[in-house]
Nanobody, 118 residues
Framework: VQLQASGGGLVQAGGSLRLSCAASGRTFSSSAVGWFRQAPGKEREFVASITWSSITFYADSVKGRFTISRDNAKNTGYLQMDSLKPVDTAVYYC?????????????WGQGTQVTVSS
């Protein structure tokens, strides 16, 4: 599976962005999709995931503001980010877990920069 993340950019606090994760390969629909982020000087952290059966999980810091979804027909995962805060500034990475449950992310896309200005 190859992953291509896109949709990052510069936005003011309170604004919205939608990240996309386009996947190649025939295993996307049976894979879990995860989003992670890494801010400067910090370790990569979990943001959200969606299993093959569309069960979703969120980090507490984004719960209620971010929404993860998937479109298997398009082999694409999404992360809708609303009410963005400056602390959300980071490089965002999408990943895929072929087991379907989000416990082992074997595939990673390149990051997309999200910058939230105050």
């Amino acid at each position: 599976v190859q992953l291509q993340a896109s949709g990052g950019g510069l936005v003011q606090a309170g604004g919205s962005l939608r990240l996309s994760c386009a996947a190649s390969g025939r295993t996307f629909s049976s894979s879990a999709v995860g989003w992670f982020r890494q801010a400067p000087g910090k370790e990569r952290e979990f943001v959200a995931s969606i299993t093959w059966s569309s069960i979703t999980f969120y980090a507490d810091s984004v719960k209620g503001r971010f929404t993860i979804s998937r479109d298997n027909a398009k082999n694409t995962g999404y992360l809708q980010m609303d009410s963005l805060k400056p602390v959300d500034t980071a490089v965002y990475y999408c990943s895929a877990d072929p087991t379907g449950w989000g416990r082992r992310y074997d595939y990673w896309g390149q990051g997309t920069q999200v910058t939230v200005s105050s």
